[in-house]
């Protein structure tokens, strides 16, 4: 096993057998996160390439090159692993949150204001704890707009700082 | 104003020409089809009470009643990109398909760059790269928030840009060796931003034209090489300056393989000039298109098409 390079972009490896730097997620547990997770239709991410660039940032890419490459960005931040509970970016929640059908709480135009300038609410939810996508109602549809942190009652905006707007 | 009077002898209606100049710009965005249709975004509008006009040339273009489009539910979804009129205009002139691989050789901060990513439902490749690494994250956030998943970023001077980050050369049949499509909207001297910027002819001198025009030079000879033979690329300033535009066209069709085509432009828009202050450009350039600001009401704008040689 080698170490992770932090200041490059190294595809996923398929499955743990494939894996050769230590502590690095592999595609199938970062797929099978996301699809467990939030319920997500069977082949969401198929067409997509996974990356790890950082300590434990996943990124998810619509097509492939080779790797290791480094370069600025590849693709969209998607999922940051290397700590104990992984955590959905706010990016991938609002691409891909749409069609989540598990661990979604919706939110009032009040409380999604709030969520939207980074504030923490007492709300209620019968579901797990753990990090849930935020959504609302706009234009008459449910649309993701970020994760949150759902744990003893409350929701904590994951809004990262220079997303959140008042609105 | 005054820099523009060296362009009385080119503009058909100078008159009206100077009145648009000096008026303000409406404001405008474009809907990011990545994550939602005219028609939802025009619910979303309706819902909020935001009044807005589409513009009859472009589908998911709108002109919209307020000046703080970015304090909106769909600004914050990313459903919609401030970004004016006419500068929609190149990335669907180039016209990228779903699975290509296509350059962006100037792109922060990234409105065309991610108009060219919904343009390929967020399929393939878009290589936006920019020398300005502070613009640079300008372009990564606006990415972010319009969901662009088929975007690699690339720090390097275009003018000697290099495909070896992307496997160019490799085994690996995953790399890219060139390109499918180029755009260059290339750095200028934004003379055509005069309604959004008013300073913008403070800095003005004709020093200024005649070095970003090398530049402009270097990065469209770049693209034509990065490029399969019978790919396109487009080539667009936001200035009026023929020696930005036809001048920097002349120069290359004399340097790479390549030629000018046809293209289309649904606005109204007046050819290449092929003259200029006695000099004479290849005819070839009349195939480009000059979009004054009286034309649309919009900023102004040059938009060639070339083919790079089979």
Known sequence: MSDNVGDRFDRLPATADEREVEGRATREEVVDWWQNRFDLPAGTFEQYTLWEKGAGKIWIFADDIPSPTRIEGLGMTFLRTRQEHWKPTTDAAQRFGRAASKNVIELSEDEARAFLAGEDQELDWDGDWGYLIAAHDVGGERESLGVGLYVYGELRSMMPKGRQREL | ?310
Request: net charge negative.
């Open chain 2, 1 to 310: 104003m005054k820099p523009l009077e060296r362009y009385r002898p080119l503009i058909d209606d100078f008159e009206a020409f100077i009145d648009a100049c000096e008026r303000p710009l409406p404001s405008a965005v474009r809907v990011n089809t990545i994550k939602a249709t005219p028609e939802q975004t025009m619910a979303a509008f309706d819902e909020a009470g935001i009044g807005y006009e589409r513009a009859d040339w472009a589908e998911g273009v709108f002109r919209l009643e307020t000046t703080s489009p970015g304090t909106t539910w769909p600004s914050v979804h990313g459903w919609i990109h401030g970004q004016e009129e006419v500068s929609s205009l190149p990335a669907m002139v180039l016209d990228p398909q779903p699975g290509e691989r296509v350059w962006d050789a100037a792109a922060a901060p990234g409105s065309k760059a991610t108009q060219l990513s919904a343009l390929m439902e967020d399929r393939g490749l878009v290589v936006a790269n920019d020398n300005n690494l502070g613009r640079l994250s300008a372009l990564r956030f606006n990415a972010e928030r319009l969901g662009v998943t088929n975007m690699a970023v690339t720090n390097q001077d275009a003018r000697n840009f290099s495909l070896k980050p992307l496997g160019e050369g490799s085994e690996d049949d995953r790399r890219v060796d060139a390109f499918d499509r180029a755009l260059v909207d290339a750095p200028c001297s934004c003379e055509g931003t005069i309604r959004k910027n008013p300073d913008t002819f403070d800095e003005w001198s004709l020093g200024h034209v005649e070095s970003v025009a090398g530049i402009q030079q270097g990065i469209l000879r770049r693209a034509i090489q990065a490029t399969k033979p019978g790919g396109r690329v487009v080539y667009s300033t936001c200035t009026f300056a023929p020696e930005e535009n036809e001048r920097v066209l002349d120069q290359v069709l004399d340097r790479e393989d390549c030629r000018i085509v046809e293209q289309d432009i649904p606005l109204e828009h007046a050819p290449g000039v092929t003259e200029f202050e006695g000099e004479q450009f290849d005819p070839d350039v009349a195939k480009a298109a000059r979009i004054y600001p009286h034309h649309n009401d919009t900023g102004g704008f040059f938009c060639a098409t070339l083919e790079v040689g089979r």
